[in-house]
């Protein structure tokens, strides 16, 4: 399984982005696709996860101003990042959750830059 991440850039505060991230490769039946973030010198944290079969959890700190989505057709998902902050300046990654026969394989692409400035 790969990942390709794209959509990052530089936003001022209020703004909105659209990150996407394609998956290619028997990404499996029962998955889940989703987005996290590290900003520097903090630990990785989720932003939001979409499971294979529709189900969806936000971090805290998105609640209300990113929306995640996956086309199945695409193998892709996306995060329609709204009222950027400051705060929000991370590397996102994107993470795949592949289960299969009860193991969970995790693929992680390769990372897409995101600024915010106030």
């Known amino acids: 399984v790969q990942l390709q991440a794209s959509g990052g850039g530089l936003m001022q505060a209020g703004g909105s982005l659209r990150l996407s991230c394609a998956a290619s490769?028997?990404?499996?039946?029962?998955?889940?696709m989703g987005w996290y973030r590290q900003a520097p010198g903090k630990q990785r944290e989720m932003d939001a996860v979409?499971?294979?079969?529709?189900?969806?959890n936000y971090g805290d700190s998105v609640k209300g101003r990113f929306t995640i989505s996956r086309d199945n057709a695409k193998n892709t998902v996306y995060l329609h990042m709204n009222s950027l902050k400051p705060e929000d300046t991370a590397v996102y990654y994107c993470?795949?959750?592949?289960?299969?026969?009860?193991?969970?394989?995790?693929?992680w692409g390769q990372g897409t830059l995101v600024t915010v400035s106030s």
């Open positions: 490769g028997n990404i499996g039946n029962s998955n889940a």
């Open positions: 979409v499971a294979s079969g529709g189900n969806i």
């Open positions: 993470k795949l959750v592949k289960y299969y026969y009860y193991k969970e394989y995790d693929y």
